[in-house]
């Protein structure tokens, strides 16, 4: 099978990316107006203890499955195979996980409604084959159906959602456009698999292998996910959740934008370069992405702090005044997630590793499960995001130094202390302009971002950072060559 381009599937995967950034930033304004930070809140916390169902029902599935079928992407009836096995565990662990989250509604009486309307949701992890299209790099495909999908919720968003009390509705959409989304890629099974024979099919072999994938996910979710519930449980207030639920989606802008579309190209592309041995180049993509990592992520941790100020009252409108501290708390995280992003899809799963990544994620979890008790009592959101941080130093720290020198903390410093350092100077002149300047409104926050980009482009270029300045000319070079034809 001829290798798809990974130039096209990077474009395919950032341009939705910037979908799953445009689509909150338009939404976001308006749900907190008409929800308020409590009702946010009651969301976020809901959504939470669903996760832990989710993480079941999906058992590792996403990334176990992508990588097997990118290594056996030449032999058609190899990965048909693969996929049934894998999907058939994956049918048998969700019906599982929703018998017991059947148990949870009938055990619940608070929030009995909201946990009723999510059923969807569970179902559509179950149908969820989004890794074996991954794996064979069709991203065009779950990329424009997720995105016409997205779009629908929006409209049915404005359409439905228009008070307090609308809140059920909204989840109801979000259950509904999870459970069709999934559904709709199993029309192009039929094309892309050759039948496979019941008897043949070996699906226990694979629940060891997903366990070494589902370990680190719940480790992980103990910083991504355990945070709001404890917010909930240990401070009764569905206000703070509501805060650190806004700003974690603000931060989730700098993410997206970061490393997650980077990684989910770049990371099965190597598990098929580890096939074939090609160490050089995986030497090599993986120092480019770290480049792009530090460079998205400080451009971005830098810039939504510096204009966070200006930008939490006229996004959010009044009631979110905590949002603005949690951002600043949480700005380095885009950059220190990005690390651990990157040696996860770029090294350690795809060279089978992820055991050894598990002892780190879990040695991570325990540092945020403590960090959060000492914390939140106290300091209450703030306190989960202080968490959040540590913990995720100290795993991206395990990953880096444990990475057999396919990255280290030298290199690690010399790809990323220009582009920290420009990104401070950058802060420090966008943050005081925001103060300086007169203007009010949309048009501040506008001066501050053009001026931010401006600045750090500039601050790399003179500090000569190599890897900015060869995008810098390949993109005007493309320019000139346009103009010329």
Known sequence: MALPSIKKNFAYSMLYQMLEIIVPFIT???????????????????????????????????????????????????????????????????????????????????YRIFYLVMIPSILGSMLNITWFFNGLEKFKLTVIRNMLFRLAGVVFLFAFVREKSDVVIHVVILSLINLFSSVSLWIYIPKLTVKTPFRELKIARHFKQTLTYFIPTIATSVYTVLDKTLIGLITKSNTQNGFYEQAENVMRVANRLSYSGINAVVGVRISYLFVENKIEEIHARIENSMHYIFFMGMGCACGLSAIARKFVPLYFGPGYEGVEYLMYVLSPVSVIVGVSNCMGSHYYTPSGRRAQSSKYLIAGSCVNLVMNLCLIPYLQAIGAAIATVIAESTISLLYVRNSNNYMNLKLLIQIGWKKILSGIVMFAIVFQAGNLLKMTGIMVILVQICLGIGVYVLGLYCLRDYWTIQCIGKVLGRITGKIKC
Not at 28 to 36: E, I, K, M
Not at 42 to 57: D, H, K, M, P, R
Not at 72 to 99: G, H, N, P
């Open 28 to 110: 976001a304004p308006y749900l907190s107006r008409v929800l308020g930070a409590d009702m946010v809140g009651v969301e976020s916390y809901t959504n939470s203890v669903q996760a832990y169902f989710l993480l079941f029902a999906a058992l590792g599935t996403q990334s176990y499955g992508a990588r097997e079928i990118s290594r056996s992407r030449d032999d058609i009836k190899q990965y048909s195979k693969l996929f049934w096995e894998i999907e058939l565990m994956s049918i048998a662990t969700s019906a599982v996980a929703l018998a017991a989250w059947l148990l949870l509604i009938g055990l619940s009486s608070t």
